[in-house]
């Protein structure tokens, strides 16, 4: 089983700043990696797939790019929103599996 | 657009079984393959399991093989999750998800349901 090691745990951020959140795969997943957000108490929302596809309605702020195991999401500038805790998911080898996830709060 | 409703969490002894069901709106259910999705209090997902859209394939996380039966009717749009012998540990919300892949499987989810809370407690 593939696991993914995202960091930092927590990043604080003022609105307007730049986010880079990491995940680092224990072995390649090629691109198949993807970001979902899931704000408090809500169910996850998928963000980006395949390393950087952004899903449907998701704004452009929000980037993803990396490939084998070192994958990038990108928060351009940061909105009040953006609080939520942000996960990745490999599909390159089954089972899928999630990293432990970076929550992102705003000062 | 796109609906997941899951419904039959509770409170249930350790050792008992409970049934969770899934119903989808707003899409052709029987052409996509669904998935269970798991998040135990304050933690991270975990993936439980899949069923390809005919129902004639499905998968399980080793954790929980042997224990959790997933299942769909495609007359009704719903999918469910039969859990047994269940444990504290796995007190968590369950999450229905449908797979991004019209007729295929690619492990990405694109929609979610709201989440169904089951604790599993004396």
């Known amino acids: 089983e593939i696991v993914l090691t995202q960091s930092p745990a927590t990043l604080s951020l003022s609105p307007g700043e730049r986010a880079t959140l990491s995940c680092r795969a224990s072995q390649s997943v090629s691109s198949y990696l993807a970001w979902y957000q899931q704000k408090p108490g809500q169910a996850p929302r998928l963000l980006i797939y395949?390393?950087?596809n952004r899903a449907t309605g998701i704004p452009a702020r929000f980037s993803g790019s990396g490939s084998g195991t070192d994958f990038t999401l990108t928060i351009s500038s940061l909105e009040p929103e953006d609080l939520a805790v942000y996960y990745c998911?490999?599909?390159?080898?089954?089972?899928?599996?999630f990293g432990q996830g970076t929550k992102v709060e705003i000062k | 657009q796109v609906q997941l409703v899951e419904s039959g969490g509770g409170v249930v002894q350790p050792g008992r079984s409970l049934r969770l069901s899934c119903e989808a709106s707003?899409?052709?259910?029987?052409?996509?393959?669904m998935h269970w999705v798991r998040q135990a209090p304050a933690k991270g997902l975990e993936w439980l399991a899949v069923?390809?859209?005919?129902?004639?394939?499905?998968y399980y996380a080793d954790s929980v093989k042997g224990r959790l039966t997933i299942s769909r009717d495609n007359a009704r749009n719903t999918l469910y999750l039969e859990m047994n012998s269940l444990r504290a540990e796995d007190t968590a919300v369950y999450y229905c998800?449908?797979?991004?892949?019209?007729?295929?499987?690619?492990?990405?989810?694109?929609?979610w349901g709201q989440g169904a809370l089951v604790t599993v407690s004396s």
């Open positions: 069923i390809w859209n005919d129902g004639n394939n499905k």
């Open positions: 998911q490999q599909r390159g080898n089954w089972p899928p599996t």
């Open positions: 998800a449908r797979d991004i892949r019209d007729s295929g499987l690619d492990g990405i989810f694109d929609f």
């Open positions: 707003g899409f052709t259910f029987r052409n996509y393959g």
């Open positions: 395949d390393a950087s």
